[in-house]
């Protein structure tokens, strides 16, 4: 079975992040002046083939623990969705 894995990595808190920081200081002068605590991310979607949506979970934590992520400095969630058999 084919299962679409959507992981969302983020910074763990304490973790500066310097792009946020940027942002954040640069929409006041665009006119955004009630927004705060930007924190900037990524955003990684791809399909796996495992026998079933345990295995794929599995195989997408490993893939984030070894590479996707930086387990030192940033914490990252999984979902997991069965791939439409029509797409």
Do not use: W
């Amino acid at each position: 079975m084919k299962f679409e894995a959507r992981v969302e990595v983020s910074h763990l808190p304490g973790v500066l992040d310097p792009q946020g920081a940027t942002v954040e200081r640069a929409l006041p002068a665009l006119g955004y002046r009630n927004v705060s605590e930007i924190r900037i991310g990524k955003a990684i979607r791809l399909v796996v083939e495992a026998p079933d949506e345990t295995a794929a979970h599995a195989q997408v934590e490993e893939m984030c623990e070894r590479l996707l992520a930086n387990p030192v400095i940033e914490a990252y969630e999984i979902e997991i969705c069965r791939e439409d058999p029509g797409s």
